[in-house]
């Protein structure tokens, strides 16, 4: 027995795993809990063979508030975690990827050879990037004589159109009087996405 022990723990080591915490869970109030209990209860009794009609409308409207609550709980706590965040953009895609299932990759794990070295801290190798496209439009140039090839000339001539449009940078007090001549309804919803971002 020892020995079949011994090759069951060579073939299959045992490894340690350690659970992701969720990044979070406040919008799951005690209320949303027995109401999540409730509902269990209710998919229960609606597969039994002999439930009334009122009970089946009465299960239907009650899954339809259910759904309801919870999707204004999660929508109010993810306004509330972008709203507090200190990078905004970082908190929405944070939400995006746990919505959608994606899980980020860890960048601990990127390793990059520079200067016949490994270098695996991500600081350092963003700096190593950094600096090689820094110099890369620097050596193309001195290739080329510091002439941009005809090719890529072409792209950047402009052409006069009648059909251009362009476009000024704004400030905050031209959004801000666009949005007071906005109706009501449409001027809240405006003034709550420019306090977010």
Known sequence: ????????DIAFPLELRHR???LRSEWITQGINMSSKKMRFLNMIKKQPNLTEDAKIHIAKYKIIYRRVLREAKRRENDKYILHANHKSKAVWQIINKETGRTSSNKQDIKITG????????????????????T???????KNGNRI???????????????TMFLFPVTENEVEKVAKGLRINYRQELMKYLIIW
């Open 136 to 142: 890369i439009s620097e050596e193309l140039l001195k």
């Open 115 to 134: 200067n016949s070295e490994e270098i695996t801290n991500p600081e350092n190798v963003a700096e190593l990037f950094n600096s090689y496209f820094i």
């Open 20 to 22: 992701k915490k969720p």
């Open 149 to 163: 090839p005809n090719s890529v000339n072409h792209h950047l001539k402009i052409t006069e159109s009648t059909n």
């Open 1 to 8: 027995m020892n020995s079949v022990l011994h090759s069951f």
